[in-house]
């Protein structure tokens, strides 16, 4: 015999972790948060060599209900998948980052949100909020981290039903990275007849402090566009509200420095110089537009002269990684049956497109 079922409202939390400091002051907030508490909070430990348990960030009010499995260094995608089916029978799912700070109200808003949800709806997000300086203009990193507060459906925080996610098997593995693995599942989730939905919860995602060279590791993530291309079509963008970014841009000045280059060790000093002019002339715009609108101090200034001429050959590299890595990727069947074709979804919903 099986036991009654879960109250439609109960949740549980999952986040996924590295053990950065962050952890003990998103755990804190959650603690502190009003309204109902999650009957399960899980800690994914993501770590290759978890050292120091993850136990001592969490806050005396959730210990009891707090429990630590290892999502073995597979990225967050598994993380996620690792956590939402270790936390027992809850109907919903609630997906936090672990450098998030939930509002003081947060708890019982996602109550509000989780009660408002029709049938038909998978999930509802958060309101991400990110605190920029208020005494000068935000540096390129900043704006980036930024852009968190406009994007969709992103697993800083966004509660899942847990039936839609075992209807379409959770988050795909193959995303290493925390990139496009909750655009990858919300179009997947949309594709299957659900809807999404905005709730009125609100989160703050503070900026971390970052290198120099932030910028030039984060094209990794054009090779994980490659993929989303291959599972989900070239339009991808469009439905999943995404920036399309300069990747054209960058493949065009890599493509003429690499001319120049070329030109240039096969006896064409005239065609290497004009390679070379449209090198510099893309890296200068690209540079430009990167340094006006930020606090153009020397150090800012500098960084940005350096990075601009890595990023574009590091995006073109990646994005050929992805070609070749994902070139037999099948794409994403899509099923056209609702889940609840009567419900009607509420204001606020994003319908299938």
Known sequence: MTGPAAPAGEYAVVVPTLGRPSLAACLRALAESEGPRPVRVVLVDDRRDPAVPLTASVPPALRSRTVVVHGGARGPAAARNAG??????????????DDVVP??????????DLAGASVA????????????????????????????????????????????LEAVGGFDERFRR????????????????????EGRRTTTHPVRSADRWVSVRLQAGNADDVLMTRLHGRDWWRRAGAPRGRLPLHLAVTAAGVAAAV????????????????????????ALA?????PRTR????????TSALVPPAAAWHWLRGQVRHRATPAHRHRAESPS????APAGERMPT
């Open 121 to 164: 709806t998978a999930g509802t997000t958060a309101r991400v909020e990110v605190p920029l300086p208020v005494d000068r203009a935000p540096t390129d990193w900043e704006r980036n981290v930024a852009g968190l507060a406009e994007a969709r459906w992103i697993t800083a925080d966004m509660a899942y039903r847990r039936k839609a």
């Open 299 to 306: 150090d800012e200034v500098v960084t940005m002269a350096l």
């Open 341 to 344: 074709p009567s419900a009607a």
């Open 263 to 286: 030109c240039a060790l096969t006896g064409r000093p005239r065609a290497a110089a004009v390679c070379a002019c449209g090198w510099l002339a893309g890296t200068a715009e690209f």
């Open 84 to 97: 939402w089916r270790a936390a027992g029978d809850a109907p919903w799912i609630v997906f936090l980052d």
């Open 290 to 294: 990167r340094i006006l609108p930020g």
């Open 178 to 197: 925390a990139f496009r693995e909750d655009a990858d599942l919300a179009l997947r989730v949309l594709d299957a007849g659900w809807t999404l939905a």
């Open 103 to 112: 509002g003081p109200t947060w708890a019982d808003d996602l109550a509000l």
